[in-house]
């Protein structure tokens, strides 16, 4: 299993990123999805899931009405466009891939990560 995000980078608070995860080495359309962010001495959290199809979708409540997780099963790709950031989300942010159909919250029940891509929120 092999994920690699892309898309981090610095960003005024108000302002917009889209992370990218390209999934290979396993069948990605079978399993649900997520993404995660930590932030400097904290630990890893939950920022948002989606089922096999993009029919189902679960969000931290911070991120809840900013954040828009899908994905596109032809291009094995995972997507989080992040809206009106704050500088509290500021983090590396992991893809990760579930050990589940449907979307789930916990760091364990997710079985494999990418290495993160950075996001900054400052002014």
């Known amino acids: 299993v092999h994920l690699v995000e892309s898309g981090g980078g610095l960003a005024q608070p108000g302002g917009s990123l889209r992370l990218s995860c390209v999934a290979s080495g396993f069948t990605f359309r079978t399993y649900a999805m997520g993404w995660f962010r930590q932030a400097p001495g904290k630990e890893r959290e939950f920022v948002a899931a989606v089922d096999l199809n993009n029919s189902g979708t679960a969000y931290e409540d911070s991120t809840k009405g900013r954040f828009i997780i899908s994905r596109d099963n032809a291009k094995n790709t995972l997507y989080l466009q992040m809206n009106r950031l704050k500088p509290e989300d500021t983090a590396l942010y992991y893809c990760?891939?579930?050990?589940?159909?449907?979307?789930?919250?916990?760091?364990?029940?997710?079985?494999?990560w990418g290495q993160g891509t950075q996001v900054t929120v400052s002014s």
């Open positions: 990760a891939k579930s050990a589940y159909i449907n979307t789930v919250r916990r760091v364990e029940d997710y079985d494999a």
